[in-house]
């Protein structure tokens, strides 16, 4: 059984709470991730921030200057102010079935991998997908061999027209 350990990104790129929006946004747009988990300054995992979560806030960088419930601008906003703070987590020898249950019933995109208290990774919904893929192309694989076993246990002259 598959587990997460096996497809988990790791290390996992975290943000402390402090970190303000237009930071958080570079970071993701870099890093090409969607999803960061937020960090007090002890390393406690206190919440999670999505591309999305983002977006809702403020759409562009431009508009980071606009003005955010009448106290804040958008620029200055630290994540603690926008994160999600119940965060879903999942071990390393969370099976990846209940992985895709869990992002199913939260309707969530992916979850940090918490170990001993530490945030070790990260398993999102691409992970799962990468996984379907690489079994659908072992059994494909599987699949040609065994044909190919058959094929060369026939006669050669047999062989040959069933390959034509």
């Known amino acids: 059984?598959?587990?997460?350990?096996?497809?988990?990104?790791?290390?996992?790129?975290?943000?402390?709470?402090?970190?303000?929006?237009?930071?958080?946004?570079?970071?993701l747009y870099d890093r090409q991730i969607r999803r960061l988990p937020v960090v007090n300054v002890m390393g406690q995992l206190v919440g999670i921030v999505s591309r999305g979560d983002i977006h809702r806030v403020s759409d562009t960088p431009d508009t980071d200057v606009r003005d955010y419930d009448l106290r804040y601008?958008?620029?200055?906003?630290?994540?603690?102010?926008i994160m999600?703070?119940?965060?879903?987590?999942?071990?390393?020898?969370?099976?990846?079935i209940e992985v895709a249950q869990l992002l199913l019933?939260?309707?969530?995109?992916?979850?940090?991998?918490?170990?001993?208290?530490?945030?070790?990774?990260m398993i999102t919904e691409s992970d799962l997908f990468r996984m379907i893929i690489m079994a659908e192309e072992d059994v494909s694989m599987r699949k040609v061999n065994k044909q190919n076993s058959i094929l060369e246990r026939l006669p050669r002259g047999f062989r040959e027209r069933v390959r034509l």
């Open 84 to 96: 999600t703070r119940e965060v879903i987590t999942v071990t390393p020898d969370t099976p990846m």
């Open 1 to 27: 059984m598959d587990t997460v350990r096996s497809w988990m990104s790791s290390p996992a790129i975290v943000a402390l709470e402090t970190m303000l929006l237009p930071e958080a946004r570079q970071l």
């Open 73 to 81: 601008r958008v620029s200055n906003l630290p994540l603690a102010e």
């Open 105 to 121: 019933e939260h309707k969530i995109g992916g979850t940090p991998v918490v170990a001993d208290g530490q945030i070790v990774g």
